[in-house]
């Protein structure tokens, strides 16, 4: 299944910033990036995102969650 318009556009901006700051961006940047006021719909997009095979999520310290682009690795 191919990706939404939004998923593409969620999917571009994550990977500008990621080269912009040399790590994942935080769910609040994408938001930030995106122009969206609702970091649960940002979330939603990036698991669709990690269940296609487009974005990794990583477990980190403490619980936090990182995703990185599935082409990066």
């Given at each position: 299944?191919?990706?939404?318009l939004?998923?593409?556009?969620?999917?571009?901006?994550?990977?500008?910033?990621?080269?912009?700051?040399?790590?994942?961006?935080?769910?609040?940047?994408?938001?930030?990036?995106?122009?969206?006021?609702?970091?649960?719909?940002?979330?939603?997009?990036?698991?669709?995102?990690?269940?296609?095979?487009?974005?990794?999520?990583?477990?980190?310290?403490?619980?936090?969650?990182?995703?990185?682009?599935?082409?990066?690795?």
């Amino acid at each position: 299944m191919g990706l939404t318009l939004r998923q593409a556009e969620v999917l571009k901006a994550f990977r500008l910033l990621q080269r912009e700051t040399g790590r994942p961006p935080t769910i609040r940047e994408l938001c930030r990036k995106l122009g969206l006021a609702s970091t649960r719909t940002v979330h939603d997009h990036l698991e669709a995102l990690e269940g296609q095979g487009k974005l990794v999520r990583r477990r980190g310290a403490r619980g936090s969650q990182a995703f990185s682009s599935a082409e990066a690795r």
